[in-house]
């Protein structure tokens, strides 16, 4: 909706002012000071009284009031109802009063919102509409607490009615699901999604995960780094990693290793401290797999190098590779 201009907003304002029945028709002094309070933020009490003056003038020059008096006339009362948007043939409000013509009927309409519907408090309509305005927010919202719901999903980027609780968000973000999911059943598809495993026995999941660990994992205590592993091993290999999910240039360190040459691959685990080695150096760039991506579980787990508090899951393929040591 577009923004009229001062002058044509300040005598909408005089005229809808004078629509409120009242006992006896205002001096200019006090329908200036009623209406001061929606302009003193923007106009010193000089600015306002020079703008309000020069208005009323106009006004009175059109013929919306009457001459002697600040009463209106057929022409001003239709300007008034049509602005407050009352139709010709519609009946104002018994005992309206100004906040009530201000709340319910001027503001909406200035600010492009929709009427109240019957089950929105007119107290809290305003809220809603500019909050959802301000966010936009679309669909219905009929009270404050379905706002703030919407409000707390928006912030996570997402947009859902669903009530806002630890499990709806995890659901909803975690796992991805609509599906209104209680405590245990949640807690098994996280697990399960952790895991890579769909089993439905979770104690066998748990030891089908270490048996995995085990086939990965050197026998000896200390693991010791793949001998002489070098920058040259490793551009060998990319060439033959297809794309995974995060792009051509993001790799699971579990995928270079499988695609190593077989005599210079070792263990996962040598080969996860010989890559780390590198990385040191600055040969090649390992950074962390954002895990609030949809990603392999068991990928992530097989991949991940922890060097004191940093944590590492993926290569990065540089456009220009850096010189061989």
Same mark, same amino acid.
């Given at each position: 909706?577009?923004?009229? @201009?001062?002058?044509? /907003?300040?005598?909408? !304002?005089?005229?809808?002012? %004078?629509?409120?029945?009242?006992? +006896?028709?205002? =001096? &200019?002094?006090?329908?200036?000071?009623?209406?001061?309070?929606?302009?003193?933020?923007?106009?010193?009490?000089?600015?306002?009284?020079?703008?309000?003056?020069?208005?009323?003038?106009?006004?009175?020059?059109?013929?919306?009031?009457?001459?002697?008096?600040?009463?209106?006339?057929?022409?001003?009362?239709?300007?008034?109802?049509?602005?407050?948007?009352?139709?010709?043939?519609?009946?104002?409000?018994?005992?309206?009063?100004?906040?009530?013509?201000?709340?319910?009927?001027?503001?909406?309409?200035?600010?492009?919102?929709?009427?109240?519907?019957?089950?929105?408090?007119?107290?809290?309509?305003?809220?809603?509409?500019?909050?959802?305005?301000?966010?936009?927010?679309?669909?219905?919202?009929? @009270?404050?607490?379905? /706002?703030?719901?919407? !409000?707390?999903?928006?912030? %996570?980027?997402?947009?859902?009615? +669903?009530?806002? =609780? &630890?499990?709806?968000?995890?659901?909803?973000?975690?796992?991805?699901?609509?599906?209104?999911?209680?405590?245990?059943?949640?807690?098994?598809?996280?697990?399960?999604?952790?895991?890579?495993?769909?089993?439905?026995?979770?104690?066998?999941?748990?030891?089908?995960?270490?048996?995995?660990?085990?086939?990965?994992?050197?026998?000896?205590?200390?693991?010791?780094?793949?001998?002489?592993?070098?920058?040259?091993?490793?551009?060998?290999?990319?060439?033959?990693?297809?794309?995974?999910?995060?792009?051509?240039?993001?790799?699971?360190?579990?995928?270079?290793?499988?695609?190593?040459?077989?005599?210079?691959?070792?263990?996962?685990?040598?080969?996860?401290?010989?890559?780390?080695?590198?990385?040191? @150096?600055?040969?090649?760039?390992?950074?962390?797999?954002?895990?609030?991506?949809?990603?392999?579980?068991?990928?992530?787990?097989?991949?991940?190098?922890?060097?004191?508090?940093?944590?590492?899951?993926?290569?990065?393929?540089?456009?220009?590779?850096?010189?061989?040591?």
């Amino acid at each position: 909706m577009s923004i009229p @201009s001062p002058f044509v /907003l300040t005598s909408q !304002l005089i005229l809808a002012r %004078l629509l409120v029945p009242q006992a +006896k028709a205002p =001096t &200019p002094a006090a329908l200036a000071k009623s209406l001061a309070p929606l302009f003193n933020q923007q106009y010193s009490s000089g600015e306002w009284r020079l703008l309000f003056d020069e208005v009323l003038s106009s006004i009175r020059v059109a013929q919306h009031v009457e001459v002697s008096k600040l009463i209106l006339t057929p022409s001003g009362l239709t300007t008034a109802r049509e602005f407050c948007g009352f139709s010709s043939e519609e009946a104002l409000p018994k005992n309206l009063r100004w906040k009530q013509l201000l709340d319910k009927h001027i503001t909406p309409r200035l600010c492009g919102f929709p009427p109240p519907g019957p089950k929105t408090k007119l107290a809290d309509h305003l809220l809603i509409e500019f909050l959802k305005q301000s966010h936009q927010l679309a669909g219905p919202i009929t @009270s404050l607490s379905q /706002l703030l719901v919407a !409000l707390a999903w928006k912030e %996570l980027g997402i947009d859902s009615r +669903k009530k806002f =609780t &630890p499990a709806s968000v995890l659901a909803k973000v975690s796992l991805k699901t609509d599906r209104t999911l209680t405590t245990v059943p949640l807690a098994k598809l996280l697990s399960q999604q952790l895991l890579g495993d769909s089993g439905k026995d979770f104690a066998q999941s748990l030891i089908r995960q270490k048996i995995r660990q085990a086939a990965t994992t050197p026998s000896s205590d200390v693991p010791t780094a793949l001998p002489n592993l070098t920058l040259a091993d490793v551009h060998a290999a990319l060439p033959h990693i297809p794309a995974g999910p995060l792009g051509p240039n993001r790799i699971f360190i579990r995928d270079l290793w499988q695609h190593l040459l077989p005599d210079r691959r070792g263990t996962l685990e040598q080969f996860r401290l010989a890559l780390l080695a590198l990385h040191k @150096s600055q040969h090649v760039r390992l950074v962390r797999a954002d895990l609030t991506d949809r990603l392999d579980p068991r990928a992530v787990e097989e991949s991940r190098i922890e060097d004191g508090q940093a944590t590492y899951h993926l290569l990065v393929r540089e456009d220009k590779p850096p010189a061989t040591p």
